[in-house]
């Protein structure tokens, strides 16, 4: 603001501060958030609900802290910046893109609001903008990796002594004298949660849980039934299927025989 660099330092304090505060709220919003959905899990118009309510808490509270701290800043610079004024357009690229050799800082205060921006002129900054280039000119083809995620087929195959359960190369063996029950079943269990794992239209692969089963292991496309329902003697759960209806109640005909 002036010659007064404790002033200055106030000021970036003051920022920091309530940036801080702001990543703190943020945290708790979170935990929060995903203990009342893991809570309505079985109710899906409440969990729809609670992400509006909470990104309307959340973005009241950061808005009403960044007013707060412009008004701590306000009184702090009410007598500031009369004699002494600190010209530094030049620095910044199109106002945006920090650019100063004579900095040795990597990370400076944006000259508006509470955000930080990077120091372009040095190696490691233009590091982190050249990364965060590359995840912008990557994101067209993201639809096209995830599609292919999708489109791998769940295999299943009964060997001598072990089922295999595989899709690309994931795979899942499970020995045949470990294998205490199997159930063949036309439809997914009603109310069925991920909690770790991938689920799309045509996949679902990975931990999930439901109030009829508990936990299991799935792998499966949800739009091809039948499925097979497995369960262990070391009282694990799975439920596996295949893109093709004939070869799931061939693997099941194996496994009852």
């Known amino acids: ?145 995830i599609d292919g995620i999708g489109t791998k087929p769940p295999m299943l195959e009964v060997r001598e002594t072990e089922l295999i359960s595989s899709r690309g190369s994931r795979e899942d063996v499970i020995p045949l004298e470990n294998i205490s029950s199997v159930e063949l079943r036309e439809k997914l269990p009603e109310n069925l949660s991920r909690t770790f794992g991938t689920g799309m239209e045509t996949l679902l692969e990975g931990n999930f849980s439901c109030p009829e089963l508990g936990t299991l292991k799935l792998r499966l496309d949800p739009t091809c039934p039948p499925f097979i329902l497995i369960k262990t003697a070391d009282g694990q759960t799975w439920l596996f299927g295949t893109r093709d209806e004939a070869l799931t109640r061939a693997v099941v005909e194996k496994l009852n025989g």
């Open 1 to 145: 603001m002036d010659e007064n660099t404790q002033l200055t330092l106030a000021l970036t304090q003051v920022r920091r501060k309530n940036w801080a505060t702001v990543w703190l709220i943020s945290a708790w919003f979170m935990v929060i958030l995903n203990l009342c959905m893991w809570l309505s899990r079985e109710k899906q118009a409440l969990m729809l609900l609670l992400v509006p309510v909470f990104s309307f808490l959340f973005c009241a509270a950061a808005i009403g802290i960044e007013f707060k701290t412009r008004q701590i800043q306000e009184k702090l610079t009410a007598e500031s910046g009369q004699r002494w004024y600190r010209d530094e357009d030049d620095l910044w690229i199109g106002g945006v893109l920090y650019y100063n050799p004579k900095d040795s800082r990597l990370v400076v205060n944006d000259r508006v609001g509470l955000n930080s921006s990077l120091n372009l002129a040095k190696t490691s900054g233009k590091v982190i903008y050249g990364l965060i280039l590359l995840l912008l000119l990557a994101m067209p083809f993201t639809g096209v990796l």
